[in-house]
């Protein structure tokens, strides 16, 4: 028998998405992307997707799109994976006796229950996640803490798997989760070539931060500040100590201190050693440098600083990080 017919006798893994009036377009059309791909890059339907809404209806998208609804809640057949979305009418359903009905009916048919974005806090409103290590977006965090205080709320993470729970930060981060399914099921190789097909990063760890330091200094109040943090952004492995940031700054070592504090909650240093791990992290990735030289591109000086560091914030041996994230 060819592949080909060995592949069309397979049994597709089948995915169902939660649809609602407002969900957020990206959180929806990414996962699928990703599975999609996944399909392309292994030749064979592996992941069927479909979508469930409460009445079966189509359904509209915070952008206005709408998008086909393939069954109801009453008429759903079950699936591998249960994907749940969030949105701006994420609010309208924590109270909605239906959907949330249907959430809990799901989960012990389900191989893996996904929640994207906010829609960890309609999992958690079905009360599936007591108990239990899950994320959702940052502007969520008074909510899902004041709310759903039983949860092991990790809200500086991407995204966090706990059995067969699994959250994401959302919006792009879903494609990060997905992109770990589609590997937790075919493998790295497989992962990559999708992460590849649709040109995206293959993937960022789920323990990286969703408070990154980019995004947070497109944000701060002061434009002399901002230049400052471009330009370590750009070269952190220059020899950047606190004197030449603040004369870059043009201010006091004292109040770019206490300007750093007021916009990402640490210090110059701390922010240039976190730079400093990306570029580091990024070389392990794609290179096989030694780490000797990898130190140096850097910024860290040294081998032995730059494992210290490692050891320190990210929890591994820079050797063990490039065993586990290496593409090549």
């Known amino acids: 028998m060819s592949t080909n017919n060995q592949n069309q006798t397979k049994r597709p893994h089948r995915v169902t998405i939660l649809g609602f009036d407002d969900v957020l377009l990206m959180d929806v059309a990414g996962p699928a992307q990703v599975f999609g791909s996944a399909n392309k890059?292994?030749?064979?339907?592996?992941?069927g997707l479909e979508t469930v809404t409460q009445d079966g209806c189509d359904?509209?998208?915070?952008?206005?799109?709408?998008?086909?609804?393939?069954?109801?809640?009453?008429?759903?057949?079950?699936?591998?994976?249960?994907?749940?979305?969030?949105?701006p009418g994420v609010d309208d359903r924590l109270e909605n006796p239906a959907l949330l009905r249907f959430l809990r009916r799901a989960e012990p048919d389900v191989r893996r229950f996904v929640s994207i974005c906010s829609g960890s806090l309609l999992t958690a409103a079905a009360g599936l996640l007591g108990g239990r290590v899950a994320t959702t977006h940052w502007e969520r965090h008074d909510l899902a803490l004041g709310r759903f205080g039983e949860v092991a709320w990790h809200m500086?993470?991407?995204f966090t798997q706990d059995g067969k729970f699994h959250c994401s930060a959302g919006v792009?981060?879903?494609?990060?989760?997905?992109?770990?399914?589609?590997?937790?099921?075919?493998?790295?190789?497989?992962?990559?070539?999708?992460?590849?097909?649709?040109?995206?990063?293959?993937?960022?760890?789920?323990?990286?931060?969703?408070?990154s330091a980019p995004l947070r200094a497109q944000a701060v109040s002061s434009k002399r500040l901002a230049d400052l943090y471009t330009r370590i952004?750009?070269?952190?492995?220059?020899?950047?100590?606190?004197?030449?940031?603040a004369r870059h700054a043009g201010t006091t070592e004292r109040t770019l201190l206490r300007e750093?504090?007021?916009?990402?909650?640490?210090s110059p240093s701390r922010f240039l050693e976190e730079r400093r791990l990306v570029m580091a992290r990024r070389y392990l990735e794609r290179s096989r440098k030694p780490m000797k030289e990898i130190a140096a591109l850097s910024g860290f000086g040294s081998e032995q600083k730059m494992r210290r560091s490692f050891v320190k914030r990210v929890g591994i041996l820079p050797t063990a990080y490039r065993e586990r994230f290496g593409e090549v």
């Open 172 to 211: 792009t981060t879903g494609i990060d989760l997905a992109l770990s399914l589609v590997e937790a099921d075919h493998g790295r190789r497989v992962a990559l070539s999708v992460a590849r097909e649709m040109v995206v990063f293959m993937q960022r760890d789920g323990g990286q931060s969703q408070y």
């Open 233 to 245: 952004e750009e070269d952190p492995a220059a020899g950047w100590s606190v004197q030449m940031m």
């Open 41 to 47: 890059v292994l030749g064979w339907a592996a992941y």
């Open 260 to 266: 750093f504090m007021r916009d990402f909650g640490q």
């Open 59 to 87: 359904f509209r998208t915070d952008t206005g799109l709408i998008l086909r609804s393939n069954t109801s809640f009453g008429h759903w057949a079950g699936a591998e994976d249960m994907i749940v979305p969030g949105g």
């Open 156 to 158: 500086d993470e991407i």
